[in-house]
């Protein structure tokens, strides 16, 4: 199973940005879907951004504009740029990955956006 390690999370004021990382464990070639989502406190968690095979990129309708996500091959590593954040986008944001049937998520890391 693919392990996927988060970082890059902290505390933003409303306007700022910040950009997460998720590290793969494997080639995330041969991923067939990666992704991000998050979980603010007493809510579902959420889809934010998702890299589908092919390379189509969808994203949640609350970010739609404001965050962008990438990838880098050669590091493992998918991104995700936030900018103009909101008192609203305070979660926790995981990365998933889908490959060979199983689904994998990342420990998380915590997104504060004070008002």
């Known amino acids: 199973q693919v392990q996927l390690v988060e970082s890059g999370g902290g505390l933003v004021q409303a306007g700022g940005s910040l950009r997460l990382s998720c590290v793969a464990s494997e080639s995330i070639r041969r991923i067939n879907v990666m992704g991000w989502y998050r979980q603010a406190p007493g809510k579902q968690r959420e889809l934010v951004a998702v890299i589908l095979s092919g390379g189509r990129i969808n994203y949640g309708d609350s970010v739609k504009g404001r965050f962008t996500t990438s990838r880098d091959d050669a590091k493992n590593t998918i991104y995700l740029q936030m900018n103009s954040l909101r008192p609203e986008d305070t979660a926790v944001y995981y990365c998933?990955?889908?490959?060979?049937?199983?689904?994998?998520w990342g420990q998380g890391t915590q997104v504060t956006v004070s008002s």
């Open positions: 998933n990955a889908f490959t060979q049937g199983r689904l994998s």
